[in-house]
């Protein structure tokens, strides 16, 4: 089973504002409105791919119950602890006419001890051998920044196989629990190694150094125009990016996460997994918001993905 857990879960408003601009009077063109959250979208894109997982998280107020029933009505098995504080709403810019998407995301609610302690009780008492368990995302601001390193070493004791998709001191702490597998964009490597990567040579050295020191798995980088790259310990491969009709970039990187989990659980080849993964990404960004890819738009874009091997 994979289990998704999203510690500041959001409603993402997703407007369409074309020739958007600053101190100035905007119209709205289009507009749509999804339960988010990193770990969230996960959940939404393994239902595109055909499979199950448990959303978990902490949800409040009305956006809280917003979420819970959006999830329910999509057949997303979810288990939240609800709060009295009110779930954050995002707001996503997109505008078509420049080519920008502009995130202006709320900080979310502060979260009691107390209450993540009931969060990771839910967790750990269903989490067994063999589950998933992908942590993700930004944690309310009064969270200690270790969270996920110790959430990540008990799943693990249970004997789960734990997926870490965060940035900042989230990342760099977490990995040190030695992770399953890591997803950090290219940015977010170079903050963790702080320094600015500038090509797949440098990407590939911080890659490997993540799985040689830090015990981790597999660790995947997403590179925008650059494709991205898969590295473990007995090969890397570089993804070249596909060529597709961009409509947003929200959740692109979840989508590939979700594809990663998903593969795992369904113990998919390598090449089919960097397929599935690439092709799940491509699909999200052809969408608008935070909406999952329609299937029939992976299994199309799967054919047309190439990779070829940097070490193998």
């Known amino acids: 089973m994979i289990y998704t857990v999203t510690l500041n ?12 601009k600053v101190d100035s009077v905007n119209r709205v063109s289009s507009l749509r409105t999804d339960a988010g959250g990193k770990g969230i979208n996960v959940s939404k894109v393994i239902k595109s791919l055909g499979g199950r997982s448990k959303a978990m998280g902490i949800l409040g107020g009305s956006a809280g119950r917003y979420v819970k029933k959006y999830l329910d009505d999509m057949g997303i098995d979810n288990d939240f602890v609800f709060i009295s504080g009110e779930t954050r709403t995002n707001l996503k810019v997109i505008d078509g006419k420049n080519g920008t998407n502009t995130d202006i995301n709320e900080p979310g609610p502060n979260v ?19 589950s998933i368990v992908v942590f993700s995302g930004s944690v309310p601001e009064n969270v200690d920044k270790d969270i996920y390193f110790r959430w990540i070493d008990a799943v693990k004791q249970k004997g789960a196989k734990a997926i870490l998709d965060a940035d900042g001191e989230l990342l760099k702490k977490g990995i040190e629990a030695g992770p399953y597998l890591v997803k950090p964009n290219i940015y977010e490597l170079g903050r963790l190694f702080g320094t600015d990567i500038k090509d797949v040579g440098q990407a590939v050295e911080y890659a490997e150094t993540l799985v040689r020191d830090f015990a981790v798995g597999m660790v995947v980088v997403s590179m925008g125009k650059d494709g991205a790259l898969f590295a473990d310990k007995s090969r890397v491969a570089l993804v070249h990016a596909l060529e597709v009709d961009v409509q947003s970039t929200v959740g692109a990187g979840d989508s590939m996460v979700a594809a990663l989990a998903y593969s795992i659980g369904n113990s998919l080849d390598y090449e089919r997994m960097v397929r599935l993964a ?25 054919g047309r993905v190439t990779f070829e091997y940097l070490r193998s």
Do not use: H, W
Not at 9 to 20: E, L, Q
Not at 279 to 300: C, E, F, H, K, L
């Open 278 to 302: 690439a092709a799940s990404a491509g699909a999200n960004v052809m969408t608008s918001g935070s909406q999952p890819a329609d299937i029939s738009v992976i299994r199309y874009l799967e």
């Open 9 to 20: 879960p959001a409603v993402d408003k997703t407007v369409v504002i074309n020739d958007f």
């Open 112 to 130: 009691s001890e107390c209450e993540l302690e009931l969060l990771k009780d839910k967790l750990l008492d269903q989490v067994a051998n063999g």
